[in-house]
């Protein structure tokens, strides 16, 4: 199991931004493949962005692509989502998972390793 925090969250206008933090604790986050999800209430866990291992290689989903950065600060050993132009859709819990491996997409049930969950609200 590989342990991941996520950090950042908060309440937000929209039209807004946020950078949120998935830090590793014990292993280095250029071996592992990560992923960001969102849960809204009553909707299923849904995949926002992810980062391939190596390289740049980046997948967003289209609600977000244009509005959210994914990136690795490898001295950090930090990835970043840079939340921009917030949306009140775009309010949920985010978690950030990750998986040894190169990439794994925007589904859910390929990643095992999960954080808890930072809390983003976008409100008026």
């Known amino acids: 199991q590989l342990h991941v925090v996520e950090s950042g969250g908060g309440l937000v206008q929209p039209g807004g931004s946020l950078r949120l933090s998935c830090v590793a604790s014990?292993?280095?986050?250029?071996?592992?493949?990560i992923g960001w999800f969102r849960q809204a209430p009553g909707k299923e866990r849904e995949g926002v962005s992810c980062?391939?291992?190596?390289?740049?290689?980046?997948t967003y989903a289209d609600s977000v692509e244009g509005r959210f950065t994914i990136s690795r600060d490898k001295a950090e050993n930090t990835v970043y989502l840079h939340m921009t132009n917030l949306k009140v859709e775009d309010t949920g819990i985010y978690y950030c998972?990750?998986?040894?491996?190169?990439?794994?997409?925007?589904?859910?049930?390929?990643?095992?390793?999960w954080g808890q969950g930072t809390q983003v609200t976008v409100s008026s």
């Open positions: 998972a990750a998986q040894r491996g190169y990439y794994y997409g925007l589904r859910p049930e390929n990643y095992d390793s």
């Open positions: 014990d292993f280095t986050l250029g071996d592992v493949a």
């Open positions: 980062l391939a291992s190596v390289g740049s290689r980046a």
